[in-house]
């Protein structure tokens, strides 16, 4: 009644001791503390966002990963003495003796317990890595022993994490949508998605930055482009700490943490980390591209490509460097360019401990350990560790000289043929 009667009289009793803002319910002033400590309690396991609240966190999954726990035919294969302890208190719920917060299951009311521990890190007992919290130190420990807990009730394969099951679900067992549209084969078990889609081939922009005139098909992607102006990252790894605009963009980089590939492409056998990965891989089997430029009539398999492409016709580059000014036609095209000035090299050789600024770079690198070529020349079947030796490979084929002299036009099969040939131009310019 007393509660009740404050929504009448305005009586806010609850302050920050913080930042000095009221409150009318102690619960609401407990969830607002979380936020200004960072801590966000509820945490989604297939992507890692973190949630003030449990129906929040229940919202996010049906919402962003479309399918739920029993859409997926889960199956918890945990070792004897480890599963989940679901013997409630005689109220039915276990309330944490620091806050007060209840929990159906005393797993859960545990892994809350983490947040009032200071921000301690566990470590691991095998290799002395150091996680954030318990979840990750388990997901890590998988790694050693061999776990792989979780499995698919469809096909009985089994996987070490949660999001890889699901992603493997979504992509071998989700039945087709549908919602066709109408523009591009594509099909959506989602309405809401098919509108979404749509405005990929309409044009149409619905949401405008409130920073910028740039305007975008998708709230959520005008939220992620308005963090950019912001400078906000709000979505934290657990493994490394960094952190990312986007729970989207963590959960990509979350995969960089482990190394399974559980994405076979039934048509070669090639193997995949992410779902993402294999959809790019099938389109060099069926060579769909269903979206044309209008201005060229040249076609990409994917917006994003297009989108891309679009700028190299109408000169925008969206995407500056803070630090130098230089402008861009992606913003993963301003990360990569921003580790030339920070010197951060994230991608660590595991074999030799050699560093590169990008994933590509090492993976090319490693090809040096394994003795891997996966590209071989069509005439003379000589085998090259990357694309680029191969292109060069070519030219000694083709005749073909790409690389001219913009003084006389001489033409030249190798770059570096065409600046030592270059130099002669500025040497005769200085005795003149």
């Not at 400078?231 to 729970?247: A, I, N, Q, V, W």
């Amino acid at each position: 009644m007393r509660r009740h009667q404050r929504s009448h009289t305005g009586e806010r009793p609850y302050r920050c001791t913080q930042c000095g803002k009221t409150f009318q319910y102690s619960f609401d002033l407990k969830r607002h503390q979380r936020k200004g400590l960072g801590s966000r309690p509820f945490q989604c396991c297939a992507c890692g966002e973190g949630f003030d609240r449990e129906e929040d966190l229940n919202t996010h999954c049906s919402v962003a990963h479309l399918v739920s726990d029993d859409d997926v035919g889960i199956k918890l294969n945990l070792p004897a003495g480890l599963e989940s302890e679901q013997c409630p208190s005689e109220d039915g719920q276990h309330k944490c003796p620091e806050c007060d917060m209840s929990f159906s299951q005393i797993s859960q009311m545990k892994r809350h317990q983490l947040i009032h521990s200071g921000g301690d890190t566990l470590q691991c007992n095998q290799c002395l890595k150091k996680c954030q919290n318990s979840d990750a130190l388990t997901k890590h420990m998988q790694m050693h022993n061999g776990a792989r807990p979780f499995q698919c009730s469809m096909c009985k394969m089994n996987f070490t994490q949660l999001v890889c099951l699901r992603q493997h679900y979504l992509n071998a067992h989700k039945e087709e949508g549908s919602f066709l549209c109408s523009h591009c084969p594509k099909s959506f078990s989602r309405l809401s998605n098919l509108i979404k889609h749509q405005r990929t081939h309409t044009g149409e922009r619905p949401y405008q930055c409130s920073h910028c005139p740039k305007r975008f098909t998708q709230l959520q992607i005008l939220t992620r482009h308005e963090r950019i102006h912001t400078g906000e990252r709000p979505f934290l790894c657990p493994d490394c700490g960094k952190s990312f605009l986007s729970s989207g963009e963590l959960s990509k980089h979350l995969q960089c943490h482990s190394e399974e590939r559980p994405f076979p492409c039934l048509e070669c056998g090639k193997t995949f980390k992410a779902n993402r990965f294999l959809k790019k891989h099938l389109q060099t089997h069926t060579g769909e591209r269903p979206f044309p430029c209008s201005q060229c009539g040249k076609r990409f398999s994917k917006s994003t490509d297009l989108t891309r492409h679009n700028r190299m016709h109408t000169g925008e580059r969206p995407h500056m460097c803070s630090q130098c000014g230089k402008s861009f036609l992606t913003y993963s095209e301003v990360v990569k360019h921003q580790r030339y000035h920070t010197g951060e090299r994230p991608f660590k050789c595991a074999q030799c401990g050699k560093s590169f600024t990008q994933s590509c770079y090492l993976t090319v690198h490693q090809r040096i350990h394994t003795g891997e070529k996966p590209y071989s020349c069509s005439v003379c079947g000589n085998r090259y560790n990357s694309t680029t030796p191969l292109k060069r490979h070519m030219l000694s084929h083709t005749g073909e000289k790409p690389y001219v002299c913009t003084e006389c036009g001489k033409a030249y099969n190798r770059l570096h043929l065409l600046r030592t040939h270059e130099r002669t131009h500025a040497a005769a310019e200085a005795v003149c």
